[in-house]
């Protein structure tokens, strides 16, 4: 069976210091994972996304994810954080090969000026 | 390009009734999906498609029913509300080839 989980329900950092939303996931076959951000009474933003390759991948706004197998895990990271960063965070895997995604309980993040 | 539009954006029912929430993209999208968001509990998804004509059931079909007749809409139906269904629904697009979904603005839907 497919799951994310996201195992802080929020994380509190200030703004520049650096910031890590962890996440792990469980797929039967080769993972796609994908990080996306939610600002208040919006959609969904996509980030930035693993399917093969470099295990650090890098996406929009600064921000960077780094896969690691053995540890089923894929935390988002960012050296220096923004006021502006301040939302709620979503983690998502896919397995290939399937075309359903299943999402995290999401982390609001909170840069404190 | 709009991307992916919802109508509409708030909707309060009363048990019972029915209605049905609109979504449209504009990008020839193949895929598309309906999540719904509860509070702390992420995102679920309710049904999708991977085109015109072809429906599944996701991890939270019941209460909810789906058609797909053209590439551009996907509605969602819900027959008879339920306090249960009280919360923001998302509707996303995807394109062949690509992972990347485009997320709707949401539709916030409250069952009293």
């Known amino acids: 069976a497919q799951s994310v989980a996201q195992p802080e329900d929020q994380v509190n950092v200030a703004e520049g210091n650096p910031l890590t939303v962890k996440c792990t996931y469980s797929?039967?076959?080769?993972?796609?994972l994908f990080w996306y951000v939610q600002y208040p009474n919006r959609g969904l933003q996509f980030l930035l996304k693993?399917?093969?390759?470099?295990?650090l991948v890098k996406g929009s706004y600064g921000f960077e994810a780094e896969f690691n197998k053995s540890q089923t895990s894929f935390h988002l990271k960012k050296p220096s954080a923004l006021v502006s960063d301040s939302a709620l965070y979503f983690c998502?895997?896919?397995?290939?090969?399937?075309?359903?995604?299943?999402f995290g309980s999401g982390t609001k993040l909170n840069v404190k000026p | 390009n709009a991307g992916v539009t919802q109508t509409p954006k708030f909707r309060i029912l009363k048990i019972g009734q029915s209605m049905t929430l609109q979504c449209t993209q504009d990008?020839?999208?193949?895929?598309m999906y309906w999540y719904r968001q509860d509070p702390g509990m992420g995102l679920k998804l309710i049904y999708y498609?991977?085109?015109?004509?072809?429906?599944d059931k996701g991890e939270v079909p019941n209460g909810y029913n789906v058609s797909r007749s053209t590439t551009e809409d996907f509605p969602l139906r819900l027959e008879l509300a339920a306090p249960s269904q009280t919360s923001v629904y998302f509707c996303?697009?995807?394109?062949?080839?690509?992972?990347?979904?485009?997320f709707g603005p949401g539709t916030r839907l409250t069952v009293l």
């Open positions: 498609s991977v085109g015109a004509g072809i429906t």
């Open positions: 990008m020839n999208h193949n895929y």
């Open positions: 693993y399917i093969t390759g470099d295990n």
């Open positions: 797929v039967s076959g080769n993972p796609y």
């Open positions: 996303a697009s995807r394109g062949v080839g690509t992972d990347t979904q485009y």
């Open positions: 998502a895997v896919r397995d290939a090969g399937i075309n359903k995604f299943y």
